[in-house]
């Protein structure tokens, strides 16, 4: 695990370039982000060539962890995780939901990110009580970060060899290659910027010049052997992928909605759907035969001029859950299917699916996870079916009609309005959670049934 004592040490950036530096050295590389985050793995993904994945206590328990960590491993040599926040920050005392707890409960060894802007022997102060917080936690490298210069880099690494008995792996300097912007929700997304990967392979020079690799090798050969038993999908009563003829689910992924967890996907085909990717900015329309629609989050706002562009694309979705096409939209998703988005002083048509309009706002609206109770209006969930996710939104409802219909209330989180989220239409469901599939078995094959209602409709 690359972890840190706290965010914004460069850890998304650092751990981009070993992926790619491992990968240039022809070692197979599997990347995990510790919690709910969709923009770090992006960059995971493009750096190591496979799919990023998420871990989480809030979501997972110590076994399906386990079984992630290791069923997606499955041909890598070495896994590596990006830790979250500061590496003990949790959502309670007990730091329940930390990136340490990860480390934990996967036995897995951990270096550390130091930002080292303007310190040196407290450098070894701070990895020495992140050596000592909780005994369980092996913390056995360290990785400094924006190093100015040489004497800078003398007195650091004579603190840290000294005090805290363990290596310094890698020495990284102030560079501008390593320079990546971010916005309101983080990091910039990988889906983005073209340059994605030159960005990476640069970042990837400056990694293999100043940490040892050879020795994050030799660290992470230390992990003991995991043995896992937990499914990665617990049984609902889901059909297998042979027993019934799959139902088509697109699935809107580009440079606007591209939001995924990656065991949802999995999750929906393992309930019977086959997944087609769209583009709403570039594609005319859904596909004739889609039964159901996903749409995840994203930056909407960033695209509002081109989604809005996209008038026929617009159309068919709203025809589409207006005739009774199974929906699930997650934040940006929520967003497209207002009547309009307000961002930036001006105002954007979206699909006109439900009868209010987004306003983007400069504070933060919403913020952590979520845990929400389906109730008796929901189209295709039974109520009373918790569902687990987060919720990290800028935007708002607002001009909403009075009679709107929400199908879900979070004892957790801040949902739409009033603690109410999941707003529905026919077979349509949207609203600000993300839901995880594996701390929610039941929406996936629900999702998958409104659908095939909706394949089937009119037969008899």
């Not at 972890?3 to 370039?17: D, E, F, N, Q």
Request: proline share 4%; hydrophobic share 40%.
């Amino acid at each position: 695990m690359i972890a840190a004592p706290h965010g914004r040490s460069g850890k998304t950036v650092v751990v981009a370039g070993l992926l790619r530096a491992l990968r240039n050295r022809g070692v197979e590389v599997q990347p995990f982000k510790k919690g709910p985050d969709y923009i770090d793995p992006g960059w995971h993904s493009v750096a190591a060539g496979r799919c990023s994945r998420n871990l989480d206590c809030f979501f997972m328990d110590a076994g399906a962890i386990r079984s992630v960590l290791v069923g997606a491993s499955a041909g890598a040599q070495i896994a590596l995780v990006e830790g979250a926040m500061g590496l003990f920050d949790g959502s309670d005392l007990a730091g329940s939901s930390s990136s340490a707890e990860v480390a934990k409960q996967t036995a897995t060894p951990v270096i550390l990110v130091l930002d080292v802007t303007r310190m040196t022997r407290t450098a070894a102060a701070l990895v020495r009580g992140c050596m000592d917080f909780d005994p369980d936690v092996n913390v056995v490298g360290v990785i400094l970060n924006r190093v100015h210069g040489t004497r800078h880099e003398a007195r650091l690494r004579e603190a840290i060899e000294h005090y805290c008995g363990i290596p310094v792996v890698g020495i990284i300097p102030e560079d501008e290659r390593l320079c990546l912007g971010d916005r309101h929700l983080g990091l910039v997304s990988s889906a983005e910027v073209e340059t994605a990967d030159s960005f990476v392979e640069s970042v990837a020079s400056v990694i293999e010049e100043h940490v040892d690799l050879d020795v994050l090798l030799q660290l992470a050969a230390s992990a003991p052997a995991l043995e896992h038993t937990a499914p990665l999908f617990p049984s609902v009563g889901a059909p297998s992928r042979e027993s019934v003829e799959r139902v088509k689910i697109a699935v809107v992924r580009d440079e606007a909605f591209n939001f995924y967890y990656e065991e949802n996907l999995q999750a929906l085909e393992q309930a019977g759907a086959r997944l087609e990717y769209v583009d709403s900015l570039a594609d005319p329309a859904l596909p004739t035969d889609a039964c159901g629609i996903y749409i995840g989050g994203g930056f909407p706002e960033v695209f509002a001029r081109e989604l809005q562009a996209n008038a026929s694309f617009r159309e068919s979705v709203r025809s589409g859950i207006e005739n009774g096409m199974a929906g699930w939209a997650e934040c940006g998703g929520l967003m497209y299917l207002a009547r309009t988005l307000r961002t930036g002083g001006s105002s954007f048509d979206m699909a006109g699916v439900f009868a209010f309009d987004v306003q983007m706002e400069a504070e933060r609206q919403g913020h952590g996870y979520v845990v929400a109770t389906t109730c008796a209006n929901h189209p295709w969930l039974s109520a009373g079916i918790v569902l687990k996710g987060h919720e990290h939104h800028y935007s708002h409802v607002v001009d909403a009609a009075d009679d709107l219909t929400f199908s879900l209330v979070d004892r957790r989180g801040c949902g739409i309005v009033d603690k109410r989220d999941g707003v529905c239409r026919n077979r349509c469901v949207a609203g600000y959670v993300h839901v995880n599939a594996l701390a929610s078995p039941q929406w996936a094959p629900g999702f998958v049934a409104a659908a095939r209602a909706y394949e089937t409709r009119g037969t008899g």
